[in-house]
């Protein structure tokens, strides 16, 4: 393990924005906090680098003590071996590309840099522009001197805060591969704020879901996306269809009486509120008219009956907006489907889920 978060908590006057949160970094681990604005993703980050005292817990990189609030330990943030990136890319306007990547070097006594430099230009691939100002450059070459002069050090642990929200839409899809690819030559162990889900999914070895300064829940992309433990959590990720459900014994049913048959018995609690999770790309569409219903030859599947009210065309698929007893659930097919059709939505219980109703 490489760098553990334990019970931390920032309170600013009496207010706690993180409320006890822990998790660890593994080595060459990519992580992201992943959350809404003002959930506590960027004040978690700077507790982690130093810029921020901390009201209670422990912070530990490579398993040294960097703060710790009982102890009353706090190693200033030159003295962590880690290197940060912004939204703002924060370069100096005065300074060439090198002496950028320079600068923290420069600072912390290391006048023989020209070495470290040329590696950092060469691995965001900005050698050739070296003598250039910030002002000649595009944001997304500014975005890459300040990837530059954070790796320029060879630090222990990556910071990245929202890098890309500045970029633009295919800027940002380039420079977010880059990213993964330069985290992975260098074997650190990075820790990534952002509130975009494709960033989250696409480069992520681990997710940290936050909200209102907790975890919700931490776990691989793809535990996620198809294994959310909240309907927070599987709203903020894709997107998601929630029906309501009501229980008898073990058998579940929507509002229009039809049973229900789901991935798995709910743990603990099953009288807590729940809903059930079915993701718009698990439904099938059948626009013939057998009964609807669970249809007793196929114990695995659900069929659900709805009517077409609305249609959206987003290129590779239209997206139909259906109603289902009274809600609204999403579903694609690549035909078009006049609003008013009836039709059956069709899925497996394995793709339907039962997750904590805590919004
Ligand atoms: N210096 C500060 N003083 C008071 N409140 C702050 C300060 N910095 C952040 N906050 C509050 O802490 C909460 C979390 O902020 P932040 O960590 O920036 O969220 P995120 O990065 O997820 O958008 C917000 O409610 C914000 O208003
Ligand atoms: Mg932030």
Known sequence: MTI???NLVKTYNTTA???????????????????????????????IAGLETISEGEIRINDRVVSDAAQDVFVPPNERHLGMVFQSYAVWPHMTVAQNVAFPLTVRGRKDNADDVKWALDIVGMGHLAERRPSELSGGQQQRVALARAIAGHPDLLLFDEPLSNLDARLRDRTRLEISRIQRELKVPAIYVTHDQTEALSMSDRIIVMESGNVMQQGTPDEIYHAPVSRFVADFI???NFLNVRREGDQWFVADGTALRVHAQPQGDRDRPLSALIRPEAIRVERADPAAGAPADAPDLNRLRGVVTRSVFLGAYIEHMVEIAG???????????????PINLVFDAADCRLVDNND
């Open 238 to 240: 894709g997107s998601a």
């Open 4 to 6: 553990s978060v334990r």
């Open 327 to 341: 809600k609204q659930v999403r579903a694609h097919t690549r035909e078009a489907i006049a609003a008013g059709t």
């Open 17 to 47: 924005v993180i409320k006890g949160i822990s998790f660890e970094v593994a080595a060459n681990e990519f992580l992201t906090l992943l959350g809404p604005s003002g959930c506590g993703k960027t004040t978690t980050l700077r507790c």
